[in-house]
């Protein structure tokens, strides 16, 4: 393995890992007009890249969800060639699966849209709506790591609607958030393995989750940090198995599991 792209959302999850390891600003746009910019430092030989989707130039807030992230993760692997993408952020966890506020999951089996709903019943436009976008197998970095594994749902909604909510149950998600889906299909369709790590930073069960965000989230966010060094630490040093024919893998094989 040379080169890990990360992909984050928001420069306040990215800012505690700017803190730790000596990231050096990007010196070229990834693409003119776009806030999409990146930071490079290398870790024990292994190349990182740190690709931030920016502040929206027109509303002036964080670049969050879905649509960013496309961009973002699909400028990172042009630009960088990665042999792994992460999709590493903040999310919502479960009081009910031993979550804590800063529990970081590594992700597990595959990356699933909770709030595409298509009853369409022509083959395949169900799996296309949900995705199921393969993660590579980290098992055996999560237990050196002890960390915990977890299905990764991705919405565009901060609020969940009842619908949503039997959606995620049925999927059985550990994390809910609103960037891994993008980032995981752009990797599929660029033929790049995929991996996410997501940090609680409020619980799905309780109403005040948006309370929750704004005050746990610099907990959540240093939390992240430290454990994502540690992640890139183990992958400089021992890689992941099977990650080279991971791409041979993941061709022709999407989902039919149903919902």
Do not use: C
């Not at 992460?86 to 009910?96: D, E, H, L, P």
């Not at 901060?158 to 809910?176: K, T, V």
């Amino acid at each position: 393995m040379h080169t890990v792209l990360i992909v984050m959302a928001m420069e306040e999850e990215a800012d505690p890992l700017l803190e730790i390891l000596p990231f050096t600003a990007w010196p070229k746009s990834l693409e003119p007009h776009l806030p999409t910019h990146a930071y490079t430092v290398e870790v024990d030989g292994l190349q990182v890249v740190l690709a931030i989707n920016g502040r929206d130039p027109f509303y002036q807030v964080a670049s969050f969800g879905t649509d960013a992230a496309t961009l973002t993760t699909y400028l990172g692997i042009r630009a960088f060639t990665p042999d792994l993408v992460m999709s590493v952020g903040v999310a919502g966890g479960f009081r009910s699966k031993g979550a804590e506020i800063g529990t970081v999951y590594i992700s597990h089996d595959t990356v699933r849209y909770f709030d595409r709903r298509v009853s369409i019943k022509a083959p395949n436009y169900h799996d296309y709506a949900i995705g199921y976008y393969p993660v590579v197998d980290a098992s055996q970095m999560a237990r050196a790591l002890n960390l915990p594994m977890g299905i990764i749902v991705t919405g565009n909604s901060f609020e969940n609607s009842p619908a949503d909510d039997e959606q995620i149950h049925r999927h059985d998600a550990s994390a809910i958030e609103m960037e891994a889906g993008a980032v995981a299909r752009i990797s599929q369709l660029m033929h790049v393995p995929f991996l996410a790590v997501k940090s609680v930073v409020n619980f799905e069960e309780d109403p005040t989750s948006s309370d929750q965000f704004e005050a746990h989230f610099e907990q959540a966010a240093k939390r992240l940090a430290s454990t994502t060094v540690g992640v890139i630490q183990y992958l400089a040093v021992h890689g992941l198995p099977g990650l080279f024919n991971h791409g041979e893998h993941r061709e022709g094989t999407e989902s039919t599991e149903g919902v």
